[in-house]
């Protein structure tokens, strides 16, 4: 069956720095566009990045532009997100999607940034 793991989150302090992985298993993941979303409490689902099916192009909400990267490695399934400089307003649950034919959601990981 599809699905997507998220991993990762954590509390942080804000200036600091997490990696978050999210790994795919049941279906082609070379075929698929990759994503991040984040809620925030009391916020609708936000857009955050989101890569290509060859990783060729990428995009970034404009509140995280410079300080988050998306990657993603088609040999492990996996798609990552490195947010660096991190602030009290990225804290959320964070979230991968899965988008070509369908769309696939992993459950989340909580990332909190709170000194």
């Known amino acids: 069956q599809v699905q997507l793991v998220e991993s990762g989150g954590g509390l942080v302090q804000p200036g600091g720095s997490l990696r978050l992985s999210c790994a795919a298993s049941?279906?082609?993941?070379?075929?698929?566009?990759m994503s991040w979303y984040r809620q925030a409490p009391g916020k609708e689902r936000e857009l955050v990045a989101r890569?290509?099916?060859?990783?060729?192009?990428?995009n970034y909400a404009d509140s995280v532009k410079g300080r988050f990267t998306i990657s993603r490695d088609n040999a492990k399934n996996t798609v990552y997100l490195q947010m660096n400089s991190l602030q009290a307003e990225d804290t959320a649950v964070y979230y991968c999607?899965?988008?070509?034919?369908?769309?696939?959601w992993g459950q989340g990981t909580q990332v909190t940034v709170s000194s």
């Open positions: 890569i290509t099916s060859a990783g060729g192009s990428t």
């Open positions: 999607k899965a988008t070509w034919v369908n769309a696939y």
């Open positions: 049941g279906f082609t993941f070379s075929r698929y566009a």
